[in-house]
């Protein structure tokens, strides 16, 4: 690694408005203006459980 890396620690969420059973959130490596991987694991599972993603689907982070 550099002596810059965005990543550390933190929690990530997955949350929608109109449909409460996408609500998810963890704690992984978050940084870089990119979708954590635990977070986009997450959305595959909930792909493949509840279908299609709602259109007021969103993710974030936070470092700690």
């Not at 979708?35 to 689907?57: A, F, H, V, Y």
């Amino acid at each position: 690694m550099g002596l810059f890396n965005p990543l550390r620690k933190g929690s990530w969420w997955i949350q929608s408005k109109s449909d409460s059973r996408w609500d998810s959130n963890g704690r992984g490596y978050v940084g870089g203006f990119v979708i954590p991987d635990e977070c986009k694991q997450k959305l595959k599972e909930l792909k493949r459980k509840l279908g299609k993603p709602p259109k007021d689907l969103k993710w974030g982070y936070m470092k700690d």
